[in-house]
């Protein structure tokens, strides 16, 4: 793991590691750095399409709601109106769908993010406290096809990075 | 090797952060008052205060089940009094916290940066105190569940097609909605102030509500990216909140209540009121923890131009009520405005339309909102006016519909006030609480602007 002064330092590091060849990388900052989940090779989220289906559920869901108590279940003559009233049901419908859609943005997210996570190797190294506060880190995995223990301390070496630090598992 | 005396970033600051400030300085001045700062004796005398409101609340309760809502001044024909009075105006106050964190991140506003955490909390705690209300104002309150659509042995439902159902829905899915959100913002900060806990204990418990978070990019994308889904489903959320509260009243026929302006009008209220108590807080929170290179005049300055802006629809609304009422000459709507500007409650209107309308002109001086001291004096004005306006609707246009044998009036008990300031005691108590035990601004978004605003000044 290498520890870095600024952000710039931080993504141009992960852009050189990522065509030196690293695969299985991640970098660490106080605050999200624009460009950097690309440069460590990580481009699509599966969230928009987590967040949509949730919305449609709550859609759905909440409309069917009101749709077959009123239809079908219990089905009430007031003024000869219709069962099926669907502009009436619209604001439910509508708050439903926001409810599920925000539920599977937030579970969605600290799911595919693996929260919570009680442990990281990461947090042996003691300085990686200043994650987050004002330093940035490059932490190159063991699992890499490509890591060697010396190499791979000596290409981070090269990166001019404030110090280099090895992780314990 | 020692590593402190390099130099990191420093911003040169902007119209929106003080000068001179690192990564480190911003992140220090806030968790500081977290971890280190501990609470003065002005924190404690207001605690106190605030506690004991919240006893009263809690007796006031106690009463109020015990004997049933004739403790209140509701009567027939005005059925309802301060409840709903104070569960629109908490409510309305909420709005502007959702409104900075989700509405301005989408409009990619700066200055809503050191604002969004302690406005986000504000909105939390205002949904809290309204949602006592729909509770505590039912006749029969051990039978709420009915309203929740649940398959009973009777078959029965709740009536979708009723606002008061509608409420249900949209006030619930509010409150979930913040409170996603403010957790949400929270966990990079959580992280922030456990990787500087200075005892085991606080290391332990901000840990765990940290989920583990580390910062890394591959987290942070995914986070953005909830971040801005959560904004823009919030936003239209605000909006149909509000609406759907409106509709409590506007899907009734009486005159001064069955409006199709009150959807933008009770929105735009709530703006205004919620933004009045967002300066409530920051002014003194800037002065009294020192926060004047975050929450700078910049800040001061927008609020008051969006209160003035909000404002001014709410004009806009009174007058076009009471244009319309003779335009359409019908003669409840008209009688409904003249009872209003001359009848008992002739004070309550006159009052309203000094503080809610007059005095607040007073923000199109930019002196006055720079100035910390008026624009907090200012706030009051607008709270005050916009409760009178609520209670307006409610009890003018109860208290005399259409036949006059039905005519009856309404006078506040003890108990009303009891329970209304007692939600003002707890709102204080858990917004203390929050001052205390977790960051009043978000850490990484400062660190995030200092970035931007070195950045910005490079090119």
Partial sequence: MAEFISAEELLEASKRASEAGYRKMDAYSPFPIEGLAEAI???KTKLPIIVFCGGLFGCCGGFFLQWWPNVIGYPLNIGGKPWDSWPAF??????????????????????????????????????????????????IEADDPMFDLDRTKQFLNELNPREVSEVES | MDHEEVATLVSPGSEVLGPGHTYGSVTDKISSIVLTRGTGNKYKIGLGISVALLIGLNMGITVLMAYGVGVW?????????????????????????????????LMRQKWRTSINRFAEAMTLFAVACAGMFPLLHMGRPWL??????????????????????????????????SLLFWYVGLIPDLATIRDRATTRIKKIIYGVVALGWR????????????GLLLAGLATPLVVSVHTVVSFDFTIAILPGWHSTMFPPYFVAGAIYSGFAMVIALAVPLRKYYGLEDFLTIRHLDNMGKIMLATGLIVAYSYVMETFMAFYGGNKFDIFMIMNRMTGPYAAVYWVLIAVNLVIPQLLWSARIRRNPLYLWLLSFSVQTGMWLERYMIIVTSLHRDFIPSSWGMFHPTRWDWIVFLGTIGFFFTLFYLFIRFLPMISIFEMRDLVHKTAEEARS
Wanted: hydrophobic share 50%; charged share 10%; proline share 7%.
């Fill in chain 2, 73 to 105: 001044g509701i009567n027939i024909p005005v059925g309802w009094g301060y409840a709903i009075t104070n569960f629109v105006w908490w409510i309305g106050i909420g709005h502007a916290g959702t409104l900075i964190s989700a509405f301005l991140l």
């Fill in chain 1, 41 to 43: 090779g990580f481009y």
């Fill in chain 1, 90 to 139: 619209i604001p439910i419908t509508f708050e439903l769908t926001i409810l599920c859609a925000a539920l599977s943005a937030t579970f969605g997210m600290l799911a595919l993010n693996g929260l919570p996570s009680p442990y990281h190797p990461a947090f042996n190294v003691e300085r990686f406290a200043q994650a987050s506060k004002d330093r940035f880190f490059l932490l």
């Fill in chain 2, 215 to 226: 910062g890394s990019a591959k987290h942070w994308k995914r986070y953005e990216m909830a």
């Fill in chain 2, 144 to 177: 709420f569940y009915w309203l929740l659509p649940y398959p009973d042995t009777m078959g029965v439902w709740p009536q979708f097609r009723s606002p008061l159902v509608w409420d249900v829905f949209a006030v619930s899915t509010y409150a979930t909605v």
